[in-house]
């Protein structure tokens, strides 16, 4: 059944009043906060076929009302504004985020950002790097006989590995080691590369290097392997002690819980659909039916690589921080539009 041109106004006010306050919301302080134009009696009327529709519940021993999970996926789709965002808090987001630093890195702060910005548990997650691409590969001398394994990849994600070496070497022999990884393993999946012999593949190029193969590649290949892991920042725990809704110290242990269980709640998130989602209540797992979850996509090259969102209850400014939540992806995809070339391929240039 549609709603009514009146019904609508009077449910978003509803919604509205009971977001900014958490207390239930009556229809006499509708009329008073509310210039509808119509009496408390016709709103509480309204407000009763509303209930009747399953768009607001009666909280026990109140007079007021409060928004159903329903009445919140009507806001979500149809009433809410995701304006821009002040000027004062975008130029802070772009100048936090200018940092020149690698997109896991960035994604991190970005949900520093969220959380401070909207006092809920922000978090931002990389998938797996399976299928993530070698961009380079470098072998840098660091101290004696230490040097460091820095792989790249073609979505920005960066892995260091620091190896003690048995065997003698030179830096030449280090850089001639590093072109050739590079040379034969670029554009290969970090999937494909490990299923590969790497010493037999390389055999021929690195002969000349001895034992150096031999002391480099299995933590190259353990490098690869960190990658294939999901990981997954959060932010803001402590904020939940804030709202309301977590003031009784047993629903502040569940939420506290959930988060805490990150291979979990990381597969949860690995699997939502892309763009900006938001699900409320019911339409999350059975431990997440008392909040809200927004996620967003961000991209490295247009490619996709990873979420931001926030985890709260289901009374959230959806509006507001759906509009934060997409600045900062669309921050984070223009800092990685262009992958910068390889030092082999600079060298080269210049």
Do not use: W
């Not at 490295?300 to 009374?315: M, S, Y």
């Amino acid at each position: 059944m549609e709603l009514s041109e009146r019904k609508l106004k009077i449910l978003q006010a509803v919604i509205a009043d009971f977001i900014s306050t958490a207390e239930p919301v009556g229809s006499r302080t509708l009329s008073k906060n509310h210039d509808m134009g119509l009496s408390p009696a016709t709103i509480r009327n309204e407000m009763s076929d509303l209930e009747d529709m399953g768009y607001l519940t009666h909280p026990h021993a109140s007079a007021g009302r409060v928004p159903s999970d329903k009445a919140y996926r009507l806001y979500v789709d149809k009433l809410m504004n995701t304006g821009d965002l002040p000027e004062d808090m975008k130029r802070r987001i772009t100048e936090e985020l200018e940092s020149g630093e690698a997109p896991d890195a960035v994604a991190k702060k970005a949900a520093e950002i969220l959380s401070d910005t909207t006092n809920l548990i922000s978090f931002a997650i990389t998938p797996s790097g399976r299928e993530s691409k070698l961009q380079y590969v470098n072998v840098l001398p660091v101290a004696d006989q230490t040097v460091v394994i820095m792989v790249v990849t073609d979505d920005g994600k960066i892995n260091n590995t620091a190896v003690r070496l048995t065997c003698d070497y030179t830096n030449e022999n280090l850089e001639l080691m590093s072109k050739v990884m590079t040379h034969n393993l670029k554009g290969k999946t970090v999937n494909d590369i490990l299923t590969m012999n790497i010493v037999q593949t390389l055999e021929t190029d690195l002969r000349s290097l001895s034992a150096l193969p031999q002391s480099v590649i299995p933590s190259f290949m353990q490098t690869l392997k960190k990658m294939l892991d999901s990981n997954l920042y959060m932010d803001g725990y402590s904020k939940v002690f804030n709202l309301p809704e977590y003031s009784d110290v047993d629903r502040a242990r569940e939420i506290l819980s959930l988060v805490e269980k990150k291979e979990h709640l990381t597969n949860v998130l690995v699997n939502r659909d892309e763009g900006l989602v938001i699900t409320i209540g019911d339409e999350n797992s059975d431990d997440m039916k008392d909040m809200a979850l927004i996620t967003a996509d961000y991209k490295v090259n247009g490619r996709l690589v990873g979420k931001l969102g926030v985890l709260g209850p289901k009374r959230m400014r959806y509006g507001e921080i759906s509009s934060v939540i997409k600045y900062l992806t669309d921050n984070i995809n223009r800092s990685f539009e262009i992958t910068d070339d390889d030092p082999e391929e600079k060298e080269q240039e210049e």
